[in-house]
């Protein structure tokens, strides 16, 4: 089988594609940068996946690089910079430059595919029903999403014969000890502070982590043009408010109760964004205009593409994959359910 470079392992979606990649039969290269690889990446190394710790640009600039990519034939990168605070030239680094350079070397290395995984948050945030890649787009207003769409016009537009690449954006990736959807979410609904802009009363794009990496895999070996890009998202049409109702229910806690506008948030989290950028704070303020706008507007986008050039059929219902991640949390927290 194959042997494949998977970037960003050690993060919520990378570790489950790996995990997933060892089940399928395929050799894996796992690149992460911590200092401490989570339990299920020390568990895939003992299952053979060789462990590489390194900083991309770093191995670049170094002249590592290229040893990163020796005798791999396909690249997964999801290694990215995801916050919304923090310095332009740190997203620059980590989401553009990066993924220049680890393009280059693929396709040096003689690399058939090149899969990067960037977010739907590229069409930035107004009305979305049942959008496409073709639209609607709005104005980017934060270094993430400004430098996921620079990297996806550089993966898209690359020019090699011998090497493909394709693009997913996936929605709201979720699952059992994911960090950035749920766990939040779980954490302020336990504490029964949990603040719903608007009630909530917007469509959403959950995509349950199994759903995803099936898009990862599918997009391995699927025929199709280079440069392709793709939504991928779950089946489900389901509004924030009905996904918070119903974690509130399974996890058996007061469902929330503090509601603000959409206005008043997009007011807080623009202060907060130029509170935390003046005072060089580069964790997540509790609510940013990043955040308030994603809160506030449908979002909600057609999976047909991926379903008709990749073969993607997501199976996991929003209700099973709640269930799901619900019970991981409350596994990992058993003080706060006693």
């Not at 394709?166 to 000890?177: A, E, K, N, S």
């Not at 929003?318 to 359910?337: C, H, I, S, T, V």
Request: aromatic fraction near 10%; include cysteine.
């Amino acid at each position: 089988m194959e042997r494949i470079l998977v970037t960003g392992a050690s993060g919520f979606v990378g570790r489950n594609i790996t995990k997933a990649l060892v089940a399928d039969g395929y050799r894996i290269r796992a690149q992460y940068r911590r200092a401490d690889p989570p339990e299920e990446l020390r568990q895939a190394a003992a299952a053979g996946v060789e462990l590489v710790r390194a900083d991309l640009v770093e191995s670049f600039e170094n002249d590592r690089g290229g040893k990163l990519l020796e005798g791999i034939e396909a690249v997964i990168h999801t290694a990215a910079k995801v916050t919304t605070t923090g310095p332009r030239r740190m997203f620059d680094r980590i989401n553009v430059e990066a993924t220049r350079r680890l393009l280059q070397a693929a396709s040096g290395a003689g690399c058939r595919r090149f899969v990067y995984l960037s977010s739907m948050a590229v069409h930035g945030f107004g009305e979305h029903l049942s959008s496409t890649e073709n639209g609607p787009y709005y104005k980017l207003i934060t270094n993430y999403q400004k430098t996921k769409k620079a990297a996806e016009n550089i993966v898209s537009g690359y020019k090699c014969a011998s090497m493909q690449t394709v693009i997913l954006r996936p929605g709201f990736v979720y699952g059992p000890r994911d960090t950035t959807t749920l766990k939040p979410v779980f954490d302020l609904l336990v504490s029964n502070s949990l603040p719903m802009i608007g009630g909530f009363d917007v469509y959403s794009c959950l995509v349950y982590i199994d759903d995803f990496v099936k898009a990862v895999r599918l997009a391995l070996q699927a025929e199709i043009p280079s440069g392709e890009i793709f939504d991928i998202a779950g089946n489900d049409t389901v509004t924030l408010k009905e996904a918070v109702l119903a974690a509130a229910a399974i996890m058996g806690v007061k469902p929330p109760w503090i509601n603000i506008s959409p206005a008043l948030a997009m007011f807080a989290g623009g202060i907060l964004d130029f509170v935390y950028k003046v005072l060089g704070i580069n964790k997540e303020p509790l609510i940013s205009r990043y955040l308030a706008q994603q809160l506030s507007y449908n979002f909600h986008f057609s999976t047909g593409k991926a379903k008709t050039l990749l073969g993607y059929v997501p199976e996991v219902d929003w209700r099973q994959g709640l269930e799901k991640a619900a019970a991981a949390y409350k596994r990992d927290n058993p003080r706060l359910f006693d």
